[in-house]
């Protein structure tokens, strides 16, 4: 393959959306280098990219240049580029990589991304992983796996900068300077009593700003918070959220610390939330990803398609109750979409709102009936709305003024049961201790579609046969 028949695109001139995305000449260069086997061209090419835009290209590949890629890249692999990898292609890189080429990656790695890269992993694999590892790497790691999943003891980084509480300003930079084994990045150093239990935290600037004689204890942060290694991650990133910290302390259940939880840890695990719940809302499956294959995707898929089947059945025995209205007055049959349409979309939105605010905690037992409240209230303003268009409508497209208030009044009670339904079920679903994320479209989408057809069909055949 000749590098001038490589099809680039042209880059658009002040593109907003591309001002972080990877230069399609580099990409083809690097595909093109690939393809003629020129490892040192390759390694000269991604030597400025950052670990992230490397892990972005692997995912963006196919599974042979990904394979070929990697293993021209060899020895050169960077650890940063795996914790950087969606984990559905992570472990597959993995296997791709030379034992030895894994080990020096690995070794790089401080011990929460070597916790995260194991997690997912065969026992052989990380058996593999493990004794690469220095002694001491290895217990903190160990140690950390022994946490719950998804807890802040599996999210933590056991590498910490920490200090007595009464040393001097000095006496902490003199420490830092003669430690050669401190975090590659680190924010705070933790103040700790005798018995290892954190008693506060000083942050670097404020470190750096102070004269040597001054206490540590005098310059500590006024927001400290401590978090006990079983908490929830989901808990820890809402807390660094909230209160918006850059580190926190972990501790065991003797209060002793035992490791930091950093700021890029807790927002990963907020993106990791985000994407769950949208992919949960589209009945895709939490674990979707473009570089899964097609079987793959049709498995994740099928069983929220196969419900939607069954409750769209649900919604057809109800139309099947009114046959012979709509079989008078061909007319419910044009309008029928429409109401249960307006419906769905208006219960969406209400549904949106509702797993939004229960996720970052907004909506909560003290304020739910007024939120309720409020959304009952718009659905039946834009019911009233969007029923006098309707109603216009149906007396000028059909010329009948019953049709007219048939659907008028349709429309309003479809979109006060959108709007209850769609912040309802998700808080109903929050307190049985269900996924709102997971099951609220569904019910949302049945409730819409049922009592649209039988508010429409059913005032038709009173009022119109």
Do not use: C
């Amino acid at each position: 393959m000749a590098e001038d028949q490589l099809d680039v695109a042209p880059e658009p001139e002040n593109a907003e959306s591309d001002a972080y995305a990877l230069d399609p000449k580099t990409i083809s260069a690097i595909l093109y280098t690939v393809e003629v086997q020129d490892r040192e061209r390759l390694v000269e090419l991604m030597e400025p990219l950052h670990a992230a835009d490397i892990a972005d290209m692997l995912e963006q590949m196919n599974a042979y240049d990904r394979m070929r890629l990697i293993r021209l890249y060899d020895l050169e692999f960077d650890g940063e580029i795996l914790t950087e990898l969606d984990e559905s292609i992570r472990e597959e890189v993995i296997q791709i990589l030379k034992p030895e080429v894994l080990a020096d990656a690995v070794r790089e790695l401080d011990s929460d991304d070597v916790v995260d890269l194991l997690e997912d992993l065969e026992d052989a694999q990380r058996d593999s992983i493990l004794e690469a590892l220095e002694d001491s790497d290895r217990v903190a790691v160990e140690q950390s796996l022994t946490y719950p999943e998804y807890s802040a003891g599996r999210l933590m980084q056991r590498e910490v900068v920490m200090a007595p509480e009464h040393w001097s300003v000095g006496e902490a930079i003199d420490h830092m300077r003669a430690n050669e084994d401190l975090p590659d990045q680190f924010y705070h150093i933790i103040l700790v009593d005798p018995r290892l239990k954190p008693v506060g935290k000083v942050a670097l600037g404020k470190l750096m700003s102070s004269r040597r004689e001054v206490k540590l204890a005098d310059i500590t942060d006024t927001s400290f918070h401590i978090i006990p290694a079983t908490r929830a991650e989901a808990d820890v990133a809402y807390a660094f959220n909230q209160y918006h910290l850059i580190s926190a302390p972990v501790v065991d259940e003797n209060e002793r610390l035992v490791g930091v939880i950093t700021i890029d840890d807790a927002m990963l695990v907020l993106e990791e939330e985000n994407e769950e719940d949208i992919l949960r809302l589209a009945g895709v499956g939490e674990e979707s990803s473009l570089s899964d294959t097609a079987i793959q995707t049709t498995r994740q898929r099928f069983p929220w398609l196969a419900v939607n089947l069954a409750t769209a059945i649900l919604a057809s025995l109800v139309i099947a109750q009114f046959e012979g209205a709509i079989a008078q007055v061909t007319a419910l049959a044009v309008l029928m979409p429409i109401v249960a349409s307006m419906g769905g979309n208006a219960g969406t939105q209400s549904l949106t709102v509702a797993v939004r605010a229960l996720a970052t905690r907004d909506l909560t037992g003290s304020n739910a009936v007024r939120v309720i409240r409020r959304e009952a209230t718009v659905g039946l303003i834009m019911g009233v709305a969007f029923a006098v268009v309707m109603g216009i409508v149906g007396v000028v497209w059909f010329g009948s003024t019953q049709l007219g208030w048939v659907i008028f009044a349709a429309m309003i009670i479809n979109m006060v049961a959108a709007a209850l339904a769609g912040i309802g079920i998700p808080i109903l679903l929050e307190k049985i201790k269900v996924d709102p994320a997971l099951a609220s479209g569904t019910f949302v989408t049945t409730v819409t579609d049922v009592v649209g057809f039988f508010a429409f069909l059913g005032l038709a055949s009173l009022v119109l046969l």
